[in-house]
T-cell receptor, first 113, second 111 residues
Framework: DTAVSQTPKYLVTQMGNDKSIKCEQN?????MYWYKQDSKKFLKIMFS???????INETVPNRFSPKSPDKAHLNLHINSLELGDSAVYFC????????????FGSGTRLTVV | KQEVTQIPAALSVPEGENLVLNCSFT??????LQWFRQDPGKGLTSLLL?????REQTSGRLNASLDKSSGRSTLYIAASQPGDSATYLC??????????FGTGTSLTVIP
């Protein structure tokens, strides 16, 4: 029943490892996003896909690579993890680029040690 | 570049009080503005979305206003309840782009 689901909910890993976070939405939305929320609770866009096409790619290290196999899925792969990557990563989706029906997942708390 | 500021950063009120949360943004060329609620350890829940052509939106005890020309929005919560305790985030949506989020107001309603 979950509208936007992310896995895993928690991820603890060592520096230098590669990890992936998966996101799926069952709302039929066209647009999906990845946001990063830092320790100060500031939420910032990382990527946005519309119908599997990348439309927003903010200044994010190229160690972060999103992949959208279909419009219901947007996964985030992170190479060579660094301490500064520790944050909560939120996936979201909306009906269109205009933000209608904006729905967030519950977040993935990534801790790099 | 759009910057979104929320004041106050934290607010504590006794149950039953009416309260106002403030949001300001630097670029008035927005498509819409949305207020979200975030509970600890949870994702964000959309509360109200105001189109750039609208002045306000209401949902239950919540009323959000928008003054695009002055770059301001307010979220009014009537008769606050302990269950309203959460962080409230304001986000603006430039045309065809993603949301820019404010840093949030952490609200505590004391029983």
């Amino acid at each position: 029943d979950t509208a936007v689901s992310q896995t895993p909910k928690y991820l603890v890993t060592q520096m230098g490892n590669d990890k992936s976070i998966k996101c799926e939405q069952n709302l039929g939305h066209d647009t999906m996003y990845w946001y990063k929320q830092d320790s100060k609770k500031f939420l910032k866009i990382m990527f946005s896909y519309n119908n599997k096409e990348l439309i927003i790619n903010e200044t994010v290290p190229n160690r972060f690579s999103p992949k959208s196999p279909d419009k219901a899925h947007l996964n985030l792969h992170i190479n060579s993890l660094e301490l500064g990557d520790s944050a909560v990563y939120f996936c979201a989706s909306s009906q269109s680029r205009g933000g209608y029906g904006y729905t967030f997942g519950s977040g993935t708390r990534l801790t790099v040690v | 570049k759009q910057e979104v500021t929320q004041i106050p950063a934290a607010l504590s009120v006794p149950e039953g009080e009416n309260l106002v949360l403030n949001c300001s943004f630097t670029d008035s060329a927005i498509y819409n503005l949305q207020w979200f609620r975030q509970d600890p350890g949870k994702g964000l829940t959309s509360l109200l979305l105001i189109q750039s052509s609208q002045r306000e939106q209401t949902s239950g005890r919540l009323n959000a206003s928008l003054d695009k020309s002055s770059g301001r929005s307010t979220l009014y919560i009537a008769a606050s309840q302990p269950g309203d305790s959460a962080t409230y985030l304001c986000a603006v949506n430039p045309p065809g782009n993603q949301f820019y989020f404010g840093t949030g107001t952490s609200l505590t309603v004391i029983p």
